[in-house]
């Protein structure tokens, strides 16, 4: 089964969604297509299995990532901690990384609800004692992981040389620090004739 993932990794980086067959893969891994075949059924199942190796060795130090940033009391550091990861994430095979984002279909992507739920919940209950003047919290989780997500994963592609600079960090954070601490709306005085 290894040998199909790495030979499957390997054709999907060189050659893209379009040069990803099973025949190739199995010809690849010098493994005959019937023996594939019993692994998994198509070519969608093992980008399924490519992406949860994927996140799974993503995001593998976040539960001690997590009972960390519980105990800070500083939304500076929380969010340094949450963009780093999501840098290394990045890092991590950004090639194929970059190919489950924009090459596949979306009938191949797979995400798991469940997970996406607990890291919403999670990344709430980290927030919630920072967020000044957020009118909905759950929309500012969304628009927060997708901004943050957004910018990495565009560094990523146009600038990778940027992954490494600490700068691109501490300019997220800046940006999603402002969003989670606005001030105080301002009170509309009344238009008096």
């Known amino acids: 089964m290894d040998a199909i993932l790495e030979a499957a990794t390997y054709i999907l980086v060189k050659d893209g969604w379009e040069g990803f067959t099973t025949n190739r893969i199995a010809e690849r891994a010098g493994v005959n297509i019937a023996s594939l075949y019993q692994y998994f059924p198509n070519k969608e199942s093992i980008v399924v299995e490519l992406q949860r190796r994927h ?46 984002a924009e090459e596949l279909p979306r009938s191949a992507r797979h995400i798991d609800p469940t997970r996406e739920t607990r890291v919403r919940e999670q990344l709430k209950e980290l927030v919630r004692p920072f967020a000044r003047n957020v009118p909905d919290l759950d929309l500012a989780i969304f628009i927060l992981r997708a901004a943050g997500h957004a910018i990495v994963h565009e560094a990523a592609n146009e600038r990778p040389e940027w992954l490494a600079r600490p700068d691109l960090v501490e300019e997220i954070v800046l940006l999603l620090e402002r969003y989670l601490r606005r001030p105080a709306p301002r009170r509309r005085r009344k238009d008096h004739r």
């Open 55 to 100: 996140v799974d060795q993503a995001h593998r130090d976040i539960p001690g990532a997590v009972a960390t940033l519980r105990a800070n009391r500083n939304l500076h550091d929380v969010l340094s901690a949450l963009m780093h990861a999501s840098v290394a994430e990045h890092r991590t095979a950004p090639a194929l990384h970059r190919i489950f």
